[in-house]
């Protein structure tokens, strides 16, 4: 026959009510921080996959910013190529009409004088910014990439063409410059290619010259010009397309990550709260019970 | 049979029961003393008499139930000696939201942020700043490794030290009982406390508790060795070993002065859990932090130091150099003078591209997604969690071992209780069925008296 001892009933009372205690406590922290995970210990494994959600999480979102940043640093470039082109444009129409041979020596010079102001203003567009940078310089975006008092680039544009690269997804990079060797310069590697700068100036020369060949001389060259900045613009603009399907991905990756992250870390309210009242349900019964146990003895009877 | 006899025999039952009632008592007002033995009474007939006497006080005992306490109370010591430590690793490195894990995020966040605008000075400082945060992590996180496993060995000491005063007060109670069996008197309270001294004992270390039936007990550590003969104690000892950074080894000094090392016996009990917890999950979590800061310093520094910095200079390492993982966690740091120099940061891989270029800047964020840690197995941010995914197993793992060991022992205990506790209502009913025979008996008495008025009347 088991034998029931006193000792025993009370230690029996003590761990039901001391273990009904401990879920209640356990339950308590899940509803009130809404996390069922909060330390590695609470599901070792969703812990361990949690912070690597967390990781590409973080990624995902610098990736949202490089992408951003990219392409508010092409919108700038774009903005400016597309300045530069209506400039041009402007250019063509004085050089066409110029070329005219009924025109004065003095409309030439009034001409002459809108095209000096149209490549100083091409001369500040190649020295755009954004946020500091010369967005068309090649490396040192803290230079200006084109010095009007010289009329030339200052770094090298045959040997530097590229523009800058930025990772904007798991192993993905894209460029987020535009390339002033490309819209404006006059590059070995390309011989169809026109160095904006200086064509303008070209025009200017023939225009104040009055010499209606030289001016009409220039007409191609001041096609090309247009031709080769519309073509970079065009570049940015696929740049710009790109970066923004790069910004959608990370931000949908965002977004998966988290709500991945939320499933193995969160706590269903529901369940978190019907498990509180199960605790709580629990510790009630075992506290009545202990009680009821431990009342009752021969000492009351006899 | 003659009145006397009859007389007697009331007079034997009257004085064995106010005996039997004097041990009800005892059981009764030692319910709550720990280790207390219920007391059983077992009368017998006088021989060539009667009446009837006490022919036993036996203190109830089980060696099976003992000997499997002193095994699971030795596990449940283990795995509590545990908790504590590694629920402090679990809190401070098991944390998912702060920590390395994250400082490791920032840092390529940073890093990716730079590769935009490399030459932008407020990002490159931004960087320096999450990389010192980082390395400053790495400090922390072995600092916490230091730090428990420090605790562990303080624990040690002293649970070494309060395991010799129970040895020695086993050595004396053996002696005690022996000398009182000798002397013919009753040990059960000796008995009693050595009992309770075994179970305390065993949670220290795992034993074996041998009769050694001249009423003392030889108590065996768990391996075989003596750490109680009759009444000579063995010592254990703890000293600081230079070659484990002064991290104690546990020794047993016997009666001739022999000294053996014990630090790799003890499986068992809070000095084996102790040196488990301090030579493996401590050690093991400390050599992975180590592991994965020397890794990522010398994967990056391999790149930085390639590269060039704004202000063209190039060769510079990002962190200082370490020559080997052995303590990088702690000794990683960012390479001097480079917090105040953000320009020294070598986003290009050319000299010519030191102005703005972000190519190299490119490759070290490219890092954080190559398998370059754990030799070569994982990526930096796997490998970190990997390391806390350890940190919870092993923490959540002893929870549920001292779950099961608290619950074999409560099993045992109330099997040991249901044969050797004492029942209150058990006890008032044996007091009451002795007070009814103690009546009894005093009623023989009196009649007896009756009988002999009787006679004196003739």
């Known amino acids: 026959m088991i034998r029931v001892t006193t000792s025993q009933l009370h230690r029996s009372a003590f761990r039901t009510v001391n273990d009904t205690r401990l879920r209640t406590q356990e339950a308590q922290e899940v509803a009130m921080t809404g996390r069922r995970v909060n330390t590695a210990s609470d599901d070792p494994a969703a812990a361990a996959r949690a912070r690597i959600m967390g990781e590409l999480k973080s990624t995902a979102k610098s990736h949202q910013t490089s992408t951003t940043y990219g392409i508010a640093r092409l919108q700038t470039a774009e903005d400016a190529l597309a300045e530069v082109s209506n400039q041009i444009l402007r250019a063509q ?58 009329g030339n680039f200052t770094y090298d544009v045959n040997t530097y063409a590229e523009v800058r690269r930025a990772e904007v997804g798991q192993g993905q990079y894209a460029d987020i410059g535009a390339s002033a060797s490309h819209a404006f310069a006059a590059r070995t590697a390309d011989p169809r290619s026109v160095d904006v700068p200086a064509m303008l100036a070209g025009l200017e020369a023939a225009l104040v010259a009055n010499d209606p060949d030289a001016i009409r001389g220039t007409i191609d060259s001041v096609q090309s010009g247009y031709d080769q900045v519309v073509g970079e613009r065009t570049r940015v603009g696929v740049r710009v397309q790109r970066l923004r399907d790069a910004e959608a991905a990370a931000e949908q990756s965002v977004t998966v990550y988290t709500s991945l992250e939320s499933d193995l870390v969160d706590a269903d309210a529901a369940e978190a709260f019907s498990n509180l009242s199960m605790a709580e349900n629990s510790m009630q019964a075992a506290v009545t019970v202990a009680a009821r146990i431990l009342g009752p003895s021969l000492l009351d009877v006899l | 049979m003659s009145i006397h006899q009859i007389l007697s025999t009331g007079r034997s039952s009257l004085l064995a029961h106010q005996a039997a009632i004097t041990v009800a008592s005892t059981n009764t007002a030692s319910a709550d003393v720990e280790g207390y033995t219920k007391r059983d009474v077992h009368f017998a007939n006088l021989p060539g008499h009667s009446g009837v006497g006490i022919d036993s006080i036996r203190r109830r005992a089980d060696e099976w139930i003992d000997r499997r306490l002193y095994l699971e109370r030795s596990r449940l010591g283990a795995q509590s000696s545990q908790s504590q430590g590694l629920a402090a690793l679990d809190l401070q490195l098991g944390d998912i939201d702060r920590g390395i894990g994250t400082t490791f995020d920032r840092f390529f966040a940073s890093l990716r942020a730079l590769q935009t605008a490399p030459a932008d000075r407020q990002l490159r400082s931004d960087l320096l700043a999450e990389a010192q945060s980082l390395v400053e992590n790495f400090n922390v996180a072995a600092s916490t490794v230091d730090r428990e496993q420090q605790q562990a060995d303080v624990r040690l000491q002293s649970v070494v030290t309060e395991t010799n005063e129970i040895l020695k007060e086993i050595a004396q109670l053996n002696a005690s009982v022996r000398q009182s069996l000798v002397d013919g008197g009753e040990p059960s309270a000796d008995l009693d406390r050595r009992d309770v001294l075994l179970s305390q004992l065993a949670e220290q270390v795992e034993i074996t508790a041998l009769d050694a039936h001249d009423g003392s007990i030889t108590v065996l550590l768990g391996g075989g060795r003596a750490l109680v003969q009759g009444g000579e104690a063995m010592e254990l000892q703890t000293e600081p070993d230079p070659a484990r950074n002064g991290l104690s080894q546990v020794y047993v000094v016997d009666g001739s002065g022999l000294r053996s090392d014990l630090t790799d016996e003890i499986g068992l009990g809070k000095i084996g859990g102790l040196i488990e917890l301090r030579d493996g999950i401590i050690a093991d979590t400390g050599e992975r932090i180590d592991a994965l800061a020397f890794d990522f310093a010398a994967a990056f520094n391999a790149l930085h130091e390639t590269g060039f910095g704004t202000d063209g200079g190039t060769g510079r390492s990002f962190f200082t150099p370490m020559a080997t993982a052995t303590d990088a966690a702690s000794a990683i740091s960012l390479a001097p003078g480079l917090i105040d120099n953000p320009e020294w940061f070598a986003a290009s891989t050319t000299a010519a591209g030191s102005a703005g270029g972000n190519d190299n800047a490119l490759a070290m964020g490219a890092l954080a997604e190559q398998n370059a840690a754990s030799g070569n197995q994982r990526t930096f941010g796997q490998e970190y969690a990997s390391i806390v995914a350890e940190i919870g197993s092993a923490a959540s793992r002893q929870r549920t071992r001292e779950t099961q060991a608290q619950v074999q022992v409560d099993q045992l205990h109330a099997l040991k209780e249901s044969q050797t506790g004492v029942s209150i209502d058990e006890e008032l009913i044996d007091i009451t069925r002795f007070e009814r025979a103690f009546q009894s008996a005093s009623r023989i008495i009196r009649t007896v008296e009756e009988m002999f008025d009787t006679l004196l009347q003739l």
């Open chain 1, 93 to 150: 129409e004085i050089a066409l009409s110029s070329a005219n041979e009924t025109l004065t020596g003095e409309q030439r010079l009034a001409y002459a004088t809108e095209v000096r102001q149209i490549h100083e203003t091409v001369a500040d567009l190649i020295n755009t910014r954004h946020l500091g940078e010369y967005v068309f310089a090649h490396v040192n975006t803290n230079a200006q990439v084109f010095d009007s008092t010289t």
